[in-house]
């Protein structure tokens, strides 16, 4: 029901925006950089070697001059701490990928600074629907697919997204896009099971993330 309500919300909002005064549309590419704090009383619990993560992603976008649309793909990168991260006994992870299918929301005010220069504050979500896995242990490379999790949305991730961006335009109607966010990553539903399970056993368990991504893309306004 939840991503039903995600979905619908996702075209719905933006349906409103296509009679804005501007509309255009383009493809993009971003990086970012996602660090992890958790805080516990758990003896040398393992998920303390999942320190952080790097991000990158591809997406096409629609763009109704306030609000923004995304369709594209989303990449997790870990790098464990030594000692790696125990995924099944016997075997520790030092590298892992999860591949996702993202949706994404912005909400901006454009501000025209010149003919040619705009700038934007934003705010806007993204969920991403986990698709596959490949991880590298002490032996072995392992590949998980969601059909392999249950339940299927146990890794999905929901962010919140707060930044800045701006518009050049190099052409009458093409322009090249910048911009910066800061995300905040909500607890997936394994990590509020694992934020249970501690409490069960009278632990205390906390996990938050967070940090900044870069977009760059190229549009064209119809």
């Given amino acids: 029901m939840k991503k039903l309500v995600l979905v619908i919300a996702f075209f719905v909002v933006f349906a409103f925006g296509v009679n804005a005064i501007e509309f255009s549309a383009g493809i993009g590419a971003d990086v970012g950089f996602i660090f992890t704090s958790i805080d516990t009383n758990i003896p040398q619990p393992f998920l303390l070697n ?6 990158w992603g591809i997406s096409a976008f629609l763009d109704a001059q306030y609000i923004e649309a995304n369709l594209g793909f989303k990449f997790f990168v870990f ?61 072995r490379s392992i590949s998980i697919d969601r059909d392999d999790v ?36 909500l607890n997936t539903e394994t990590q509020k099971d694992m934020i249970d399970e501690a409490k069960s056993f009278g632990y205390n368990l906390s996990i938050f993330q967070s940090g900044p991504v870069f977009k760059l893309a190229i549009g064209y306004r119809f």
């Fill in 79 to 139: 790098s464990y701490s030594e000692g790696g991260s125990i995924y099944e006994e016997g075997y520790y992870i030092y590298e892992e990928t999860d591949n996702f299918f993202n949706l994404g929301l912005k909400l901006k005010y454009p501000f025209q600074i010149t003919e040619t220069i705009s700038i934007f504050p934003l705010v806007g979500f993204d969920y991403s629907i986990f698709t596959s896995l490949k991880a590298k242990d002490n032996t």
């Fill in 150 to 185: 249950l339940p299927s949305d146990a890794i999905d991730r929901f962010s919140i997204n707060l930044g800045i961006g701006g518009d050049f335009f190099v052409g009458q109607n093409v322009f090249i896009r910048g911009e910066f966010n800061y995300t905040f990553l």
């Fill in 50 to 55: 999942d320190k952080n993560m790097t991000r």
